[in-house]
């Protein structure tokens, strides 16, 4: 039996002796015992309780920052958040940004770098041309040359990489591994499905969705196609496992919340579907207004509204893994960028930024010390990297 069991085990056996089997010491003794249990138990609810309503309602008036890193002059680089630390991305090339140094560098030329991060992998393309680089958090796995120039590019956590290519009358979507070996090719159909407009791939990069928009006598629609390249999809034609028919949507943006849930995100609706194998339509909402931004994690998923016409213009959603309305917040501000932490939501622009909780709590406001080119979330609460053009300052909500 293990610790954890014997434990459990010597708790139980408080409530399950019958009193009338013992004698008066003995019967005190597990009174006591008993008594001891509650109390910590209550103890231990308050403590939580309390922690819980000074958390949601606990502000800030600064923040303090515990380290700096050296970036020299990197006017023309970008940012994203990457296993522990940033990944940073040019024309000139990219690398993997550690605690105080770079643990890896890559030296390429592209003329319009694109790039995307799952898990431990991270994928960086050159837009308009044929070249992917693969990393994860240790090194260059490898280069991935696709046969026409890439217009969007997916990473997998397992290193599978789809892109949307296109050249000057087609377009095609193909999907590689980290060895570089073709997992699927094909030219889309575009009289059929449409032009493809996004994509998304499942951690294990073995399910793919693709937005595909097509015009008909100046009307515009979408479809949204599902892939499986497992066991379930081998049966199918063309691997694909469920199609849905969006009139009058158009679905810019697709993004796989876990293995099994993609969020897509419609010009007039938002949609969950459940993809064990084959995909299920499990929520939908219409939307309230024009969609500024998009946001998610792998626990909540949002977007912000814009209504210029109204005294608050901006209007911030989140729902978590169901669909159920989480956090709402209406505020005056423009803020260029926005991610969750935690139950909080970060609003930014290069000169200030704001942290406001799923409750509608505004708990901070205000400046940064120079022209930040992003801020990232550090996986802990309260705490985030702020790019600027010579350094990288990690700070503390104080």
């Given at each position: 039996m293990s610790?954890?069991?014997?434990?459990l085990?010597r708790?139980l056996?408080?409530?399950?002796?019958d009193p009338?089997?013992?004698?008066?010491?003995?019967?005190?003794r597990?009174?006591?015992?008993?008594i001891?249990?509650w109390?910590v138990?209550?103890?231990?609810f308050?403590?939580?309780t309390?922690?819980?309503?000074?958390s949601?309602?606990?502000?800030?008036?600064?923040?303090?920052?515990?380290?700096?890193?050296?970036?020299g002059?990197?006017h023309?680089s970008y940012f994203?958040?990457?296993?522990?630390?940033f990944?940073?991305?040019s024309n000139d090339?990219?690398?993997?940004?550690?605690?105080?140094?770079s643990?890896?560098?890559k030296?390429f030329?592209?003329d319009?770098?694109i790039?995307d991060v799952?898990?431990?992998y991270a994928a960086?393309?050159?837009?308009?041309?044929?070249s992917i680089?693969l990393?994860?958090t240790?090194k260059?796995?490898?280069?991935?040359t696709?046969?026409y120039?890439?217009?969007k590019?997916?990473?997998?956590?397992k290193g599978v990489?789809?892109?949307?290519?296109?050249d000057?009358?087609?377009s095609?979507?193909?999907i590689?591994d980290?060895?570089?070996q073709v997992?699927?090719?094909g030219?889309?159909?575009?009289?059929?499905?449409?032009?493809?407009i996004?994509l998304?791939?499942s951690?294990?990069?073995?399910?793919?969705?693709?937005?595909?928009v097509s015009i008909d006598?100046?009307?515009?629609?979408?479809?949204?196609m599902?892939?499986?390249f497992?066991e379930?999809?081998?049966s199918?034609?063309?691997n694909?496992?469920g199609?849905y028919?969006l009139?009058?949507?158009?679905?810019?943006?697709?993004e796989?919340?876990?293995?099994?849930l993609?969020v897509a995100?419609g010009?007039?609706k938002?949609m969950?579907?459940k993809i064990?194998?084959?995909?299920?339509?499990?929520?939908?909402e219409k939307t309230?207004?024009?969609?500024?931004?998009?946001?998610y994690n792998d626990?909540?998923?949002g977007l912000?509204?814009?209504?210029?016409s109204?005294?608050?213009?901006f209007?911030?959603?989140v729902?978590?893994?169901k669909?159920v309305?989480m956090?709402?917040y209406?505020y005056?501000k423009?803020?260029?960028?926005?991610?969750?932490?935690?139950k909080?939501?970060?609003?930014?622009n290069e000169?200030s930024?704001?942290?406001?909780s799923?409750?509608?709590?505004e708990k901070?406001q205000?400046?940064?010390?120079?022209?930040?080119?992003?801020i990232?979330p550090?996986g802990?609460?309260?705490?985030?990297?702020?790019?600027?053009?010579?350094?990288?300052?990690?700070i503390?909500?104080?």
């Open positions: 610790k954890r069991q014997r434990v085990r708790i056996n408080l409530f399950e002796r009338n089997l013992m004698d008066t010491e003995t019967r005190n597990v009174r006591k015992r008993r001891r249990f109390l138990l209550a103890v231990v308050v403590f939580v309390g922690y819980q309503i000074y949601r309602n606990r502000t800030f008036s600064k923040y303090e920052v515990i380290s700096t890193i050296d970036l002059e990197e023309n994203t958040k990457f296993g522990d630390y990944l940073k991305y090339g990219a690398a993997y940004m550690g605690q105080s140094e643990i890896w560098n030296a030329e592209f319009n770098p790039a799952n898990g431990d960086v393309a050159d837009q308009g041309a044929n680089f990393f994860n240790e260059e796995v490898g280069e991935v696709m046969p120039p890439i217009k590019v997916s990473v997998a956590k990489v789809a892109a949307i290519l296109e000057t009358n087609d095609y979507i193909e590689r980290k060895e570089n997992i699927s090719s030219k889309t159909a575009l009289e059929e499905t449409g032009y493809p996004d998304a791939i951690d294990d990069g073995k399910k793919l969705a693709v937005s595909y006598g100046g009307k515009s629609s979408s479809k949204l599902f892939y499986n497992g379930v999809g081998q199918e034609v063309d694909l496992v199609a028919e009139n009058d949507t158009i679905l810019p943006k697709m796989f919340l876990n293995n099994d993609l995100y010009d007039d938002l969950l579907y064990k194998e084959k995909p299920e339509k499990i929520w939908e309230e207004g024009e969609i500024s931004k998009v946001f626990k909540y998923f912000i509204y814009y209504r210029g109204e005294k608050k213009p209007e911030i959603a729902y978590n893994l669909g309305r956090a709402e209406k005056t423009s803020y260029d960028s926005v991610f969750l932490d935690g909080n939501v970060v609003l930014y000169d930024f704001a942290l406001v799923f409750s509608g709590k901070y205000g400046q940064l010390s120079s022209t930040a080119r992003a990232l550090t802990k609460e309260y705490r985030y990297l702020v790019l600027y053009e010579d350094r990288a300052e990690k503390k909500m104080k």
